[in-house]
């Protein structure tokens, strides 16, 4: 591993990134020079002239995305080159699309951008014409005929922003899925959406996607996306977790129907009937014998199962069935190939997980209810253990710069946890703090004396706090929980405890849409609870959440299948698994879970960790260096006097 020292003069920037930056500070409005930022950037276009490995932690309030935009599309230029920015979110896809690229435009000239998305994102104008008025809700058919008939870019986003959360699902019905594809033979190839889009990103210098489609693009073998030169991923600390869904298998007892019912109607066949409506009783029938035998829940499989034979072969039957169909046009030939890909590589996934064929892998079943008719829903998992080698064989071996950067990758101010996970070595490497004030800004509080989870009393206690926390906010809060039957508990028992004025203003997870409840909390205020998919990617600035309750140290659950496997993994090989994967994984959770208090240089606030262990062991230390050195408090009248104070200083007339 190869670091550079942190800079302490900008006369020790590069002479092009000054430049570039100079450029910005005259054209951006309030732009503040940043250290870290430059320092960043430099480094960034150190390993674009070097093709190196560039690993930076960035604190928030750096300005990271400009630190790579600025060199990253300056390099791209410069030397007629094709760049891939992959985001996690959506939220910052189109940050940088439609707020910081029109500036990086405004400093180098203007230069071809798109935003990249899945080919299920796009209208399947054949899938359309496939479909009759009757296989849809007549309201749902007008609504969509009168979209297809004047839209341009013929996006699943585009069609949501005029449906209903329940008409937006009927999209899947004409999504394009490219395993299924007719190709150069569909008919409707010249006026393809999805090819469209695709031609525009050949024509771009720089292409915006999310980490799913860089994956997806990994998976077959780079057959998605252009040719690209340099790829900074951003937002690296979900790199894992994306590359653990794609190279695992994930069956349900709903695919194969659902396939089915495509190849019925692309190929309508008489001669075709009886193998697909044998292979769908077969299918009924194992699923429901896996729901039988496990049972509602998530359970570990650890030994081969004994059924899906009868299943396995009714595929064959359908395969041989396919390969000898007689069909009529160059486009159901090409279809018909598609099919035989399709079932093949179902069974052979089917076959991996019953037989359990694929090592260092982890496999589970997963039962719950459903809406649909049969009432229950099955889920087949394997995921690897290790995905380090599947990175290294797909991506990392490529001679090109890549840069990753998260303002959470380090645990105790290392980079080496992560970096292990994901199989990254000879990298270069950063980590660079935030520029915001925290020790004034924001106050730690953690009960004095506290009720440990798992101990009884433990949701009596949460509630208790919670409700103090939330009054002393004036219901400006975001409490943040490990599992959704606390958070339901909890919030039931809050509830009842608060004023009238505060409870209409509590919301929760899953009663609305994510951005739903967001855009509610910033633009009307409230107090969110939320579990795993609010730990992250939340921007919330300004007084709309001044306190961010955190309810429990975010540990994995023990009893989650890889979890339960990697520890086993870790203990074969003399290793502690709590020192080396359960804390380093909670400390980065909790990392991530913090950072969504202060966004801004102005922001202040109160975190509060109600979990006392954090104080009471050993293992408290290495959250508490992994964290910005504040000041931690464990009275409640400290917390009012904190947030007072600071009401005052940022709205003087606050005292009248």
């Known amino acids: 591993m190869a670091s550079y020292r942190p800079h302490t003069e900008v006369a020790l920037i590069s002479p092009t990134v000054r430049e570039l930056f100079a450029k910005l500070s005259h054209i951006f409005p309030n732009y503040k020079e940043r250290m870290g930022q430059l320092e960043l950037a430099d480094h960034i276009e150190s390993a674009l002239e070097t093709s190196s490995k560039l690993v930076i932690e960035a604190g928030t309030g750096i300005g990271k995305t400009f630190a790579y935009l600025l060199p990253v599309v300056n390099w791209v230029l410069d030397n007629g080159k094709v760049g891939v920015i992959a985001t996690f979110t959506k939220t910052l896809q189109h940050q940088i699309l439609h707020h910081d690229i029109p500036w990086v435009k405004r400093v180098l000239g203007d230069f071809t951008v798109s935003l990249a998305v899945g080919a299920n994102n796009y209208l399947c104008l054949r899938r359309w014409n496939k479909l009759s008025a009757g296989e849809l809700p007549p309201r749902i058919y007008e609504k969509l005929s009168k979209w297809i008939a004047t839209t341009d870019t013929g996006l699943r986003e585009e069609f949501e922003s005029i449906a209903t959360k329940l008409e937006a699902t009927y999209f899947d019905e004409i999504a394009k899925i490219p395993e299924l594809c007719a190709g150069k033979k569909c008919k409707f190839r010249d006026m393809c959406y999805y090819e469209r889009a695709k031609r525009v990103w050949r024509q ?111 595929l064959d039957e359908l395969i041989n069935a396919l390969k000898e169909l007689q069909v009529n046009t160059p486009e159901e030939h090409e279809l018909k190939s598609r099919y035989i890909m399709r079932f093949d590589s179902w069974r052979y996934e089917l076959s991996c997980f ?6 260092a892998t982890v496999y589970w079943v997963e039962v719950r209810s459903s809406t649909r008719r049969d009432g229950v829903k099955v889920e087949l998992h394997t995921a690897p253990l290790d995905i380090a080698p599947h990175l290294r064989e797909s991506l990392w071996q490529r001679d090109i710069p890549i840069i990753f950067t998260s303002a959470t990758l380090a645990v105790d101010n290392n980079l080496g946890y992560w970096k292990s996970t994901v199989g990254l070595d000879n990298t270069v490497d950063l980590v660079l703090p935030s520029p915001f004030d925290y020790y004034h800004n924001m106050l730690v509080y953690v009960p004095k004396y506290g009720v440990e989870p798992d101990q009884p009393g433990y949701l009596e ?26 958070m339901d508990k909890v919030y039931s028992l809050t509830l009842s405890r608060l004023p009238a004025t505060l409870q209409q203003t509590l919301m929760k997870q899953g009663d609305r849409s994510r951005t739903g409840l967001l855009t509610s909390m910033q633009e009307l205020g409230g107090v969110l609870f939320g579990a795993d998919t609010y730990w992250q990617g939340i921007d919330l600035p300004g007084p709309s959440l001044v306190m961010l309750i955190i309810t429990r140290l975010p540990f994995k659950v023990p009893d989650s299948p890889i979890v339960q496997a990697k520890i086993e993994l870790l203990q074969s090989q003399g290793d502690n698994p709590f020192w080396k994967y359960q804390l380093p994984q909670a400390i980065m959770k909790l990392r991530q879970g913090v950072g969504r208090l202060i966004r801004r240089e102005s922001d202040y606030g109160v975190v509060a960790i109600l979990d006392t262990r954090i104080m009471a062991r050993p293992y408290g230390k290495k959250f508490w260096r992994s964290l910005p050195k504040v000041k931690v408090t464990h009275s409640i009248e400290e917390v009012y006097y904190f947030l007072q104070s600071k009401e005052r200083s940022t709205n003087p007339q606050a005292d009248g």
Do not use: C, W
């Open 354 to 359: 019953m037989e359990q064929t694929l090592t």
């Open 461 to 486: 206690f949460v509630a208790n706090e919670v409700t103090k926390l939330i009054k002393l906010s004036h219901g400006k809060a975001l409490v943040l929980f490990t599992n959704l039957d606390t």
């Open 204 to 314: 771009s210098n720089l292409i915006i996607l999310n980490h799913h489609l860089l994956f997806a693009d990994l998976k077959i073998g780079g057959a998605l996306l252009p040719h690209y030169d340099v790829l900074v991923i951003d937002e690296a600390h979900n790199l894992e977790s994306v590359a653990v869904e794609y190279f695992g298998i994930r069956l349900t007892n709903f695919q194969l129907p659902y396939n089915l019912r495509l190849l019925i109607r692309d190929l309508p066949y008489h001669e075709l009937v009886p193998i697909v409506t044998k292979v769908e009783s077969t299918n009924t029938q194992l699923f429901h014998e896996i729901a039988t035998s496990f049972g509602y829940g998530t359970h570990r499989v650890t030994a081969p199962l004994r059924m899906g034979t009868m299943l396995l072969d009714t």
